[in-house]
Protein backbone atom coordinates (compact mmCIF):
# COMPACT_ATOMS: atom_id res chain seq x y z
CA UNK A 1 0.00 0.00 0.00
CA UNK A 2 3.02 2.11 0.99
CA UNK A 3 4.60 1.52 -2.35
CA UNK A 4 1.55 1.84 -4.68
CA UNK A 5 1.48 5.59 -2.78
CA UNK A 6 4.60 6.51 -3.92
CA UNK A 7 4.26 7.07 -7.20
CA UNK A 8 0.95 8.72 -6.76
CA UNK A 9 3.04 11.35 -4.78
CA UNK A 10 5.77 11.49 -7.22
CA UNK A 11 3.40 12.39 -10.07
CA UNK A 12 1.37 14.78 -7.89
CA UNK A 13 4.68 16.45 -7.35
CA UNK A 14 5.72 16.36 -10.59
CA UNK A 15 2.21 17.91 -12.09
CA UNK A 16 2.51 20.38 -8.99
CA UNK A 17 6.28 21.41 -10.40
CA UNK A 18 5.18 21.35 -14.30
CA UNK A 19 2.21 23.76 -13.42
CA UNK A 20 3.92 26.20 -11.09
CA UNK A 21 6.82 26.32 -14.68
CA UNK A 22 3.56 26.90 -16.95
CA UNK A 23 2.82 30.01 -14.53
CA UNK A 24 5.79 30.99 -14.24
CA UNK A 25 6.49 31.37 -18.35
CA UNK A 26 2.58 32.80 -18.05
CA UNK A 27 4.14 35.76 -16.12
CA UNK A 28 7.10 36.02 -18.10
CA UNK A 29 5.20 36.29 -21.42
CA UNK A 30 2.62 38.85 -19.79
CA UNK A 31 5.74 40.79 -18.43
CA UNK A 32 7.48 41.02 -21.82
CA UNK A 33 3.56 42.32 -23.70
CA UNK A 34 3.11 44.38 -21.15
CA UNK A 35 6.80 46.07 -21.95
CA UNK A 36 6.30 45.87 -25.74
CA UNK A 37 3.05 47.51 -25.49
CA UNK A 38 4.39 50.29 -22.86
CA UNK A 39 7.08 51.13 -25.50
CA UNK A 40 4.99 51.38 -28.11
CA UNK A 41 2.42 53.81 -26.64
CA UNK A 42 5.80 55.83 -26.02
CA UNK A 43 6.69 55.58 -29.43
CA UNK A 44 3.03 56.55 -30.81
CA UNK A 45 2.93 59.69 -28.27
CA UNK A 46 6.44 61.14 -28.83
CA UNK A 47 5.59 61.16 -32.57
CA UNK A 48 2.36 62.79 -32.60
CA UNK A 49 4.10 64.85 -30.08
CA UNK A 50 6.57 65.74 -32.47
CA UNK A 51 9.67 65.13 -31.13
CA UNK A 52 10.45 62.13 -33.12
CA UNK A 53 10.14 62.28 -37.05
CA UNK A 54 10.63 65.72 -37.95
CA UNK A 55 14.64 65.88 -37.26
CA UNK A 56 15.03 63.23 -39.60
CA UNK A 57 14.25 65.51 -42.59
CA UNK A 58 17.51 66.79 -42.41
CA UNK A 59 18.73 63.53 -43.75
CA UNK A 60 16.72 63.54 -46.81
CA UNK A 61 18.73 65.22 -49.18
CA UNK A 62 17.69 68.24 -51.68
CA UNK A 63 13.79 68.72 -51.55
CA UNK A 64 11.17 71.26 -51.30
CA UNK A 65 9.78 72.40 -48.18
CA UNK A 66 6.01 72.76 -47.38
CA UNK A 67 3.84 74.39 -44.88
CA UNK A 68 0.18 74.88 -45.14
CA UNK A 69 -1.84 77.33 -43.95
CA UNK A 70 -5.36 76.33 -43.56
CA UNK A 71 -8.50 77.95 -42.19
CA UNK A 72 -8.76 81.29 -40.39
CA UNK A 73 -5.97 83.26 -39.04
CA UNK A 74 -6.01 83.70 -35.44
CA UNK A 75 -3.79 82.92 -32.34
CA UNK A 76 -5.97 79.97 -31.42
CA UNK A 77 -6.43 78.59 -34.89
CA UNK A 78 -3.44 76.08 -36.32
CA UNK A 79 -3.29 78.91 -39.18
CA UNK A 80 -2.21 81.17 -35.80
CA UNK A 81 1.15 83.08 -36.26
CA UNK A 82 3.02 81.18 -33.77
CA UNK A 83 2.79 77.73 -35.56
CA UNK A 84 2.92 79.34 -39.25
CA UNK A 85 6.09 81.65 -38.41
CA UNK A 86 7.68 78.27 -36.32
CA UNK A 87 7.22 75.86 -39.36
CA UNK A 88 8.68 78.60 -42.04
CA UNK A 89 11.52 78.99 -39.88
CA UNK A 90 12.77 75.15 -39.64
CA UNK A 91 11.86 75.05 -43.52
CA UNK A 92 14.31 77.92 -44.34
CA UNK A 93 16.83 76.79 -41.91
CA UNK A 94 17.14 73.07 -43.34
CA UNK A 95 20.30 73.03 -45.47
CA UNK A 96 18.51 70.77 -47.47
CA UNK A 97 15.94 72.51 -48.68
CA UNK A 98 16.39 74.09 -51.81
CA UNK A 99 12.93 76.54 -52.13
CA UNK A 100 10.00 77.00 -49.78
CA UNK A 101 6.05 76.88 -50.57
CA UNK A 102 3.46 78.41 -47.94
CA UNK A 103 0.55 76.62 -49.25
CA UNK A 104 -2.90 79.19 -48.72
CA UNK A 105 -6.46 77.97 -48.13
CA UNK A 106 -7.87 80.80 -46.36
CA UNK A 107 -10.95 83.40 -46.08
CA UNK A 108 -8.53 86.12 -43.59
CA UNK A 109 -8.27 86.75 -40.07
CA UNK A 110 -6.60 88.69 -37.49
CA UNK A 111 -4.61 91.97 -39.02
CA UNK A 112 -2.49 91.40 -36.40
CA UNK A 113 -1.33 87.56 -36.83
CA UNK A 114 -1.78 88.20 -40.32
CA UNK A 115 1.15 90.89 -40.42
CA UNK A 116 3.14 89.09 -38.12
CA UNK A 117 3.44 86.37 -40.70
CA UNK A 118 3.85 88.56 -43.53
CA UNK A 119 6.69 90.33 -41.66
CA UNK A 120 8.34 87.23 -40.67
CA UNK A 121 8.38 86.31 -44.70
CA UNK A 122 10.14 89.20 -45.47
CA UNK A 123 12.93 88.40 -42.59
CA UNK A 124 13.59 85.24 -44.14
CA UNK A 125 13.73 86.59 -47.91
CA UNK A 126 16.20 88.49 -46.88
CA UNK A 127 18.08 86.14 -44.28
CA UNK A 128 18.20 83.17 -47.10
CA UNK A 129 18.23 85.25 -50.43
CA UNK A 130 19.28 82.39 -52.17
CA UNK A 131 15.95 80.28 -51.24
CA UNK A 132 13.04 81.20 -52.86
CA UNK A 133 9.51 81.47 -50.93
CA UNK A 134 6.46 80.76 -52.88
CA UNK A 135 2.98 81.06 -52.28
CA UNK A 136 0.43 78.38 -53.93
CA UNK A 137 -3.49 78.92 -53.52
CA UNK A 138 -5.96 76.29 -53.12
CA UNK A 139 -9.74 77.29 -53.52
CA UNK A 140 -9.06 80.75 -51.25
CA UNK A 141 -6.81 83.21 -50.65
CA UNK A 142 -8.59 86.30 -49.20
CA UNK A 143 -8.35 89.12 -47.16
CA UNK A 144 -6.01 88.18 -44.50
CA UNK A 145 -4.88 85.32 -46.34
CA UNK A 146 -3.83 87.60 -48.96
CA UNK A 147 -2.07 90.09 -46.81
CA UNK A 148 0.22 86.59 -46.11
CA UNK A 149 0.96 85.72 -49.85
CA UNK A 150 1.90 89.34 -50.71
CA UNK A 151 5.79 88.69 -49.08
CA UNK A 152 6.41 85.94 -51.13
CA UNK A 153 8.31 86.05 -53.81
CA UNK A 154 5.44 84.60 -56.38
CA UNK A 155 1.96 83.51 -56.20
CA UNK A 156 0.16 80.61 -58.37
CA UNK A 157 -3.17 79.91 -58.08
CA UNK A 158 -5.82 77.87 -60.00
CA UNK A 159 -8.06 79.53 -62.43
CA UNK A 160 -10.86 79.13 -60.11
CA UNK A 161 -8.92 80.45 -56.81
CA UNK A 162 -10.60 82.90 -55.18
CA UNK A 163 -8.00 85.80 -54.49
CA UNK A 164 -8.36 89.11 -53.07
CA UNK A 165 -10.87 90.82 -50.89
CA UNK A 166 -8.40 93.41 -49.85
CA UNK A 167 -10.62 95.67 -47.15
CA UNK A 168 -10.66 95.48 -43.58
CA UNK A 169 -14.21 94.77 -41.36
CA UNK A 170 -15.81 95.16 -38.25
CA UNK A 171 -19.01 93.16 -36.98
CA UNK A 172 -20.96 93.16 -34.51
CA UNK A 173 -25.21 93.65 -33.59
CA UNK A 174 -27.23 95.91 -32.13
CA UNK A 175 -29.88 95.11 -30.12
CA UNK A 176 -31.19 98.46 -28.66
CA UNK A 177 -34.73 98.10 -30.74
CA UNK A 178 -35.52 94.59 -29.20
CA UNK A 179 -34.88 95.45 -26.01
CA UNK A 180 -37.20 98.02 -26.14
CA UNK A 181 -39.99 96.24 -27.32
CA UNK A 182 -39.17 93.74 -24.38
CA UNK A 183 -38.68 96.48 -21.94
CA UNK A 184 -35.11 95.45 -20.95
CA UNK A 185 -33.00 98.52 -20.09
CA UNK A 186 -29.21 98.11 -20.26
CA UNK A 187 -27.55 99.39 -17.13
CA UNK A 188 -23.92 100.53 -18.08
CA UNK A 189 -21.59 101.95 -15.67
CA UNK A 190 -18.10 102.84 -17.29
CA UNK A 191 -15.14 105.43 -15.84
CA UNK A 192 -14.48 107.10 -19.72
CA UNK A 193 -17.03 108.67 -21.41
CA UNK A 194 -16.23 105.75 -24.36
CA UNK A 195 -15.48 102.77 -22.29
CA UNK A 196 -18.33 101.36 -23.63
CA UNK A 197 -17.37 102.04 -27.26
CA UNK A 198 -19.21 99.89 -29.72
CA UNK A 199 -21.45 97.99 -26.58
CA UNK A 200 -24.10 95.89 -28.72
CA UNK A 201 -26.81 96.30 -25.85
CA UNK A 202 -26.43 100.80 -26.49
CA UNK A 203 -27.39 103.22 -29.09
CA UNK A 204 -24.38 103.67 -30.87
CA UNK A 205 -22.86 107.12 -30.98
CA UNK A 206 -22.14 109.28 -33.94
CA UNK A 207 -18.52 110.42 -33.20
CA UNK A 208 -18.05 106.43 -32.10
CA UNK A 209 -18.98 105.39 -35.16
CA UNK A 210 -16.85 108.20 -36.98
CA UNK A 211 -13.56 107.31 -35.18
CA UNK A 212 -14.24 103.03 -35.93
CA UNK A 213 -14.30 104.65 -39.53
CA UNK A 214 -11.40 106.26 -39.43
CA UNK A 215 -9.71 103.28 -37.14
CA UNK A 216 -10.56 100.56 -39.94
CA UNK A 217 -9.30 102.93 -42.94
CA UNK A 218 -5.91 102.94 -41.33
CA UNK A 219 -5.91 99.62 -41.05
CA UNK A 220 -6.98 99.08 -44.83
CA UNK A 221 -4.27 101.62 -45.67
CA UNK A 222 -2.01 99.25 -43.96
CA UNK A 223 -2.95 96.60 -46.01
CA UNK A 224 -2.75 98.43 -49.37
CA UNK A 225 0.66 99.55 -48.53
CA UNK A 226 1.83 95.29 -47.75
CA UNK A 227 0.21 94.83 -51.36
CA UNK A 228 1.58 97.29 -53.33
CA UNK A 229 5.39 96.30 -51.38
CA UNK A 230 5.21 92.85 -52.00
CA UNK A 231 3.23 93.16 -55.99
CA UNK A 232 5.20 96.55 -56.68
CA UNK A 233 5.25 96.92 -60.50
CA UNK A 234 3.45 93.82 -61.48
CA UNK A 235 0.23 95.54 -59.82
CA UNK A 236 -2.31 97.15 -62.08
CA UNK A 237 -4.22 98.52 -60.02
CA UNK A 238 -7.84 99.45 -60.79
CA UNK A 239 -10.58 101.56 -59.27
CA UNK A 240 -12.11 98.43 -57.51
CA UNK A 241 -8.66 96.65 -56.76
CA UNK A 242 -8.97 97.87 -53.08
CA UNK A 243 -12.71 97.89 -52.24
CA UNK A 244 -12.58 94.00 -51.07
CA UNK A 245 -14.23 92.35 -54.20
CA UNK A 246 -12.40 88.97 -54.80
CA UNK A 247 -11.08 87.93 -58.44
CA UNK A 248 -10.87 84.18 -59.82
CA UNK A 249 -7.58 82.99 -60.04
CA UNK A 250 -7.51 83.68 -63.67
CA UNK A 251 -8.73 87.09 -62.87
CA UNK A 252 -6.06 87.52 -60.55
CA UNK A 253 -3.12 86.76 -62.73
CA UNK A 254 -4.24 89.38 -65.55
CA UNK A 255 -4.55 92.12 -62.66
CA UNK A 256 -0.82 91.63 -61.10
CA UNK A 257 -2.53 89.82 -57.87
CA UNK A 258 -0.93 86.83 -58.75
CA UNK A 259 1.49 85.76 -61.01
CA UNK A 260 0.94 81.98 -62.73
CA UNK A 261 -0.80 79.01 -62.38
CA UNK A 262 0.74 76.29 -60.21
CA UNK A 263 -0.06 72.97 -57.49
CA UNK A 264 2.87 72.35 -55.21
CA UNK A 265 3.57 69.81 -56.99
CA UNK A 266 4.01 71.84 -60.35
CA UNK A 267 5.92 74.19 -58.42
CA UNK A 268 8.06 72.02 -56.46
CA UNK A 269 8.76 70.32 -59.94
CA UNK A 270 9.15 72.66 -62.74
CA UNK A 271 9.79 75.94 -60.65
CA UNK A 272 12.20 75.11 -57.79
CA UNK A 273 13.77 71.85 -59.60
CA UNK A 274 13.52 70.06 -56.28
CA UNK A 275 10.07 67.64 -56.43
CA UNK A 276 10.82 65.80 -53.45
CA UNK A 277 8.41 67.36 -50.69
CA UNK A 278 8.48 67.57 -46.97
CA UNK A 279 5.75 68.85 -45.11
CA UNK A 280 6.84 71.55 -42.26
CA UNK A 281 3.78 72.24 -41.00
CA UNK A 282 3.42 72.42 -37.64
CA UNK A 283 0.97 69.87 -35.81
CA UNK A 284 -1.20 70.01 -32.89
CA UNK A 285 0.37 68.14 -29.92
CA UNK A 286 -1.30 65.83 -27.75
CA UNK A 287 -2.22 67.76 -25.34
CA UNK A 288 -3.96 70.38 -27.47
CA UNK A 289 -5.74 67.26 -29.10
CA UNK A 290 -6.97 65.87 -25.64
CA UNK A 291 -8.45 69.27 -24.97
CA UNK A 292 -9.77 69.57 -28.15
CA UNK A 293 -11.70 66.30 -27.84
CA UNK A 294 -12.46 67.49 -23.92
CA UNK A 295 -13.61 70.95 -25.08
CA UNK A 296 -15.83 69.66 -27.85
CA UNK A 297 -17.18 66.81 -25.92
CA UNK A 298 -18.16 69.18 -22.93
CA UNK A 299 -19.32 72.26 -24.95
CA UNK A 300 -21.52 69.48 -26.80
CA UNK A 301 -22.97 67.96 -23.53
CA UNK A 302 -23.49 71.75 -21.62
CA UNK A 303 -24.25 73.88 -24.82
CA UNK A 304 -21.19 76.12 -24.68
CA UNK A 305 -20.46 75.44 -27.93
CA UNK A 306 -24.19 77.19 -28.60
CA UNK A 307 -23.52 80.10 -26.34
CA UNK A 308 -19.95 80.59 -27.71
CA UNK A 309 -20.69 80.62 -31.52
CA UNK A 310 -24.01 82.75 -30.90
CA UNK A 311 -23.56 85.05 -28.07
CA UNK A 312 -19.85 86.05 -27.69
CA UNK A 313 -20.39 87.44 -31.36
CA UNK A 314 -23.28 89.37 -30.30
CA UNK A 315 -21.56 91.02 -27.51
CA UNK A 316 -18.45 91.65 -29.28
CA UNK A 317 -16.43 93.76 -31.91
CA UNK A 318 -13.60 92.43 -33.94
CA UNK A 319 -11.60 93.41 -36.42
CA UNK A 320 -11.10 91.27 -39.32
CA UNK A 321 -9.73 90.97 -42.62
CA UNK A 322 -12.46 88.99 -44.26
Known amino acids: ?12 EHLAASYILELRRARRWGIFFRVVTLLILVFLILVILGWIGRAG ?3 IGE ?3 LVQLNGEISADSPASADRIIKALDNAFEDPNSKGVIL ?8 PVQAGEINDE ?16 VDDMCASGG ?25 DGFGFTGIMKKVGVERRLLTAGSHKG ?15 AEKMLEQVHQQFIQAVRKGRGTR ?3 TPEMFSGLVWSGASAVKLGLADGFGSVDSVARNVIGAPSIVDYTQQQGLVERIADRIGTSFGQSFGTQFIKSWISPLTQSSMHFN
Open 146 to 170: YYVAVAADKIFVNKASLVGSIGVLM
Open 63 to 65: HTA
Open 121 to 136: MWRLRKKYPQKPLYVV
Open 197 to 211: FLDSFSPMKPDEKAY
Open 103 to 110: RINSPGGS
Open 57 to 59: TRG
Open 1 to 12: MAQQQIPERESL
Open 235 to 237: LHE
